[in-house]
C-alpha cells in the first residue's frame, strides 16, 4: 500500500521560504517519479513539480525559478525547496507518485499539508 506522508507547512510571509518534505512508503523512490502538487481554493488539484528516478526535474511555470525538487532516494523522501513565496502560493499541497505530468491530477496522493503566504 502506497502511502505519502507530507511534513513542513504552515504560515510564512510573503518573499519567504519553506521546505517540505515527503515520506514514501509501499513505492520505492528510486523507481517512481516523484512529485508536488497544490490545491488552492475554488481549484482543481495539480502537480506543479516533478522529479524522474534518473532526477529530472519540471515544473509549472507558475513556480518555475523558486520552487525546487529534490529527492533522497536512500531515506525515501522527497523534498520541495520553495523561495520567494506568494500569496498566490497559498494552497494545500500534496506529495504525489508515479505521475509524470505537470498540470496533471494523476497518480497516488498524499494527505496534504497547508501553506499559507501572509503578511
Known amino acids: 500500500q502506497v502511502q505519502l506522508v507530507e511534513s513542513g507547512g504552515g504560515l510564512v510571509q510573503p518573499g519567504g521560504s519553506l521546505r517540505l518534505s515527503c515520506a514514501a512508503s509501499?513505492?520505492?523512490?528510486?523507481?517512481?517519479?516523484m512529485g508536488w502538487g497544490r490545491q488552492a481554493p475554488g481549484k482543481q488539484r495539480e502537480l506543479v513539480a516533478l522529479?524522474?528516478?534518473?532526477?529530472?526535474?519540471n515544473y509549472a511555470d507558475s513556480v518555475k525559478g523558486r520552487f525546487t525538487i529534490s529527492r533522497d532516494n536512500a531515506k525515501n523522501t522527497v523534498y520541495l525547496q520553495m523561495n520567494n513565496l506568494k500569496r498566490e502560493d497559498t494552497a494545500v499541497y500534496y506529495c504525489?507518485?508515479?505521475?509524470?505530468?505537470?498540470?496533471?491530477?494523476?497518480?497516488?496522493w498524499g494527505q496534504g499539508t497547508q501553506v499559507t503566504v501572509s503578511s
Open positions: 522529479i524522474t528516478s534518473g532526477g529530472s526535474t
Open positions: 509501499g513505492i520505492s523512490s528510486s523507481f517512481a517519479a
Open positions: 504525489n507518485a508515479d505521475n509524470r505530468f505537470i498540470g496533471s491530477s494523476g497518480g497516488y
